[in-house]
């Protein structure tokens, strides 16, 4: 997980559930309400998942716009932002999202719980989506040269 500034009470209070939960959580910052930019702390999320340390990311932020978008500069992060249930769902099932962002200013606490419990309990459809998420990847290594 991580967050910037905006995201952290969000952060602290979904690290919370998680944990009670039974999962484990690496906190990637940032680790206070003190402002804090938050593209570094959104890769080094996405980092640990791509390189298997990790099996989902979660990032937030005011909108989770900018978090999402930091995430997906890591090759091989899918990260899609998510402030509701339906595409928290669809994220995970046709697009095989592996990063989870979310705006703290813009998602409540409890419908927040709910949008990360469908994320990681939503499995990868498949079939005609593995085509695309793999075009995707594609696109990905085109772009990095």
Not at 70 to 83: D, F, I, Q
């Amino acid at each position: 997980m991580g967050s910037d500034h905006a995201g952290y009470p969000l952060k602290q209070y979904l690290k919370h559930v998680l944990k009670e939960q039974g999962h484990e959580v690496a906190d990637h910052g940032n680790h206070s309400e003190d402002p804090a930019d938050y593209p570094p702390i959104c890769a080094a999320v996405a980092r640990a998942v791509v390189r298997g340390e990790a099996d989902f990311g979660i990032v937030l932020g005011g909108s989770g716009q900018g978090e999402q978008i930091s995430a997906n500069k890591v090759r091989g992060a899918r990260a899609a932002l998510c402030n509701d249930l339906y595409t928290a769902r669809m994220a995970r099932a046709h697009n095989d999202a592996n990063v989870l962002s979310i705006g703290a200013r813009v998602v409540a606490p409890g419908l927040a719980e709910e949008i990360v419990a469908v994320f990681l309990s939503t499995p990868f459809d498949g079939g005609r989506h593995s085509r695309r998420v793999e075009q995707i990847g594609n696109i990905e290594a085109e772009e990095c040269g």
